[in-house]
């Protein structure tokens, strides 16, 4: 799917901002239609930026930024994803923002993700790879544990050598053939190994889905649990 299904999505969550909001402000290409969606509104409104990226579009387009550690509790987070299942458990840190973004959804009270439709999955992790933030310095041990634990394992590589994440650290990109059975054991599992930082798996965490088509249709779409 193409720019006009991201557009739709993120013009989508232009919506879902009111006056006066504070806001955790995602990392990507559908994000970046989002953001400039916001700015023709003219809201009085500031957010956290997940990433570096991020916040030197707001200041492009002149939207408020706000210190993580000073900004409270954020009302709305939108931002992308590179995966999402019936749950939106979803797997994110295709642009490398995926700590800070974990971090800023875990601020908010309410957590959108803004998609396009292809990206939906019965299994997170069997086609795009989850990405996990490791510090640069166990990226060999981690590697060889996440191989334990059925990944094939690549570390992501930068146009200069190694790639590194705003915080300085590290991606291992992680595929798992045939997917994920329990994302959430998943996350557990991984986030103990020593050395990692976070995973991009975010589980119960969004509480709406925007999908966006090729044709300008938007689906709005709630965990499945909470539709039952
Ligand atoms: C960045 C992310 C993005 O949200 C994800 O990669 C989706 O990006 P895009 O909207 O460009 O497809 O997690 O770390």
Redesign the pocket.
Known sequence: MGETA?EAAGLAAVGLVEDGMRLGL???????HFLHGLAGRGLDVAGVP??EQTAGLCRELGIGLLDPGEAGRLDLAV????ELDAELTCT???????LR?KVVAAMAERFVV???AD?VVERLADTFPL?VEVVPFAVGPVSAQLSELGFEVVERRGQDGAYRTDNGNAVLDCRHPGGLEDPAITDVHVGLIPGVCGT?LFVDMAELALLGHDDGRVDRVRPRSAAD
């Open positions: 991201k995602g990392t990507g290409s559908t994000v970046t997940t990433s931002d992308g994803a590179d994110k840190g295709g642009g490398g923002a995926l973004e803004i998609a396009t990206k990405p991009g």
